[in-house]
T-cell receptor
Framework: GAVVSQHPSWVICKSGTSVKIECRSLDFQATTMFWYRQFPKQSLMLMATSNEGSKATYEQGVEKDKFLINHASLTLSTLTVTSAHPEDSSFYIC??????????????FGPGTRLTVT | GEDVEQSLFLSVREGDSSVINCTYTDSSSTYLYWYKQEPGAGLQLLTYIFSNMDMKQDQRLTVLLNKKDKHLSLRIADTQTGDSAIYFCAEGGMDSSYKLIFGSGTRLLVRP
C-alpha cells in the first residue's frame, strides 16, 4: 500500500515552453502533498506544500508564478513549470501524506521526474 | 535556522558494518528519519526514531540518537552491495506544516 506515482518519469522540453508533472497517490487519499527539487548529488529542497482544495504554500525563494501547483483532488497534485529555462533542469520529487484521526502519516515519496530543458 | 549535516561519502567492504552519521540543529524535532535513495529513484523510508528514544533496532539497521549532542547515526550490519545508495537523514516536527528538513545525503559504496 501507500504507493505514489509520478508522470512523466523523464521529460525534455525546449526553453520557453511549459511542462506539467503529475503526482498521484494510488491507494490512499493524500490530504497533503509536497514538491521537492533535487540537484545532482545534492539534497532535496522543499519547494511547496499543498493541501487539497487550497492554495499551495511556497518556501522562501520559490517563485509561485513559475512553479504552479494545483492539488485538485485527494489523489492528484500537479506541478507546472512555466516558461522553462535550462536552469530549471532538475529532478522533481513529490510526496504524499494522509492522516488518521488528525494524525499525519509519514510522507510517501514518488519515484521522481527528471526534467531537462534544452 | 534548521540545518542537517552529513558526511558526503562512505566506502565499506561487503560484510562489514556501515555507520552513517548526521547532526541536526532543531531540538524541537519530534521525529528523525533515515531514507535511502537508489540512482534515479525516489526516497524509501528505512526507519525513524522518536526524539525521546535513544536507540531503535530493525533487522540489520540500528539507529542511535544522542539528543544532547543532536547526533543521529544509522548502522547497517553485514552491509551488502545492494545497500549501495545515498542515505538521507531528515528531521521533522509536529507543527502544522509537518515539513521534513533533509541532510545533504551520504553516498554509501559497498565494495565486493
Amino acid at each position: 500500500g501507500a504507493v505514489v506515482s509520478q508522470h512523466p518519469s523523464w521529460v525534455i522540453c525546449k526553453s520557453g515552453t511549459s511542462v506539467k508533472i503529475e503526482c498521484r497517490s494510488l491507494d490512499f487519499q493524500a490530504t497533503t502533498m509536497f514538491w521537492y527539487r533535487q540537484f545532482p548529488k545534492q539534497s532535496l529542497m522543499l519547494m511547496a506544500t499543498s493541501n487539497e482544495g487550497s492554495k499551495a504554500t511556497y518556501e522562501q525563494g520559490v517563485e509561485k508564478d513559475k512553479f504552479l501547483i494545483n492539488h485538485a483532488s485527494l489523489t492528484l497534485s500537479t506541478l507546472t513549470v512555466t516558461s522553462a529555462h535550462p536552469e530549471d533542469s532538475s529532478f522533481y520529487i513529490c510526496s504524499a501524506q494522509t492522516s488518521l484521526a488528525g494524525i499525519p502519516s509519514e510522507q510517501y515519496f514518488g519515484p521522481g521526474t527528471r526534467l531537462t530543458v534544452t | 535556522g534548521e540545518d542537517v549535516e552529513q558526511s558526503l561519502f562512505l566506502s565499506v567492504r561487503e560484510g562489514d558494518s556501515s555507520v552513517i552519521n548526521c547532526t541536526y540543529t532543531d531540538s524541537s524535532s519530534t521525529y528523525l528519519y533515515w531514507y535511502k535513495q537508489e540512482p534515479g529513484a525516489g526516497l524509501q523510508l528505512l526507519t525513524y526514531i522518536f526524539s525521546n528514544m535513544d536507540m531503535k533496532q530493525d533487522q540489520r539497521l540500528t539507529v542511535l540518537l544522542n539528543k544532547k549532542d543532536k547526533h543521529l547515526s544509522l548502522r547497517i550490519a553485514d552491509t551488502q552491495t545492494g545497500d549501495s545508495a545515498i542515505y538521507f537523514c531528515a528531521e521533522g516536527g509536529m507543527d502544522s506544516s509537518y515539513k521534513l528538513i533533509f541532510g545533504s545525503g551520504t553516498r554509501l559504496l559497498v565494495r565486493p
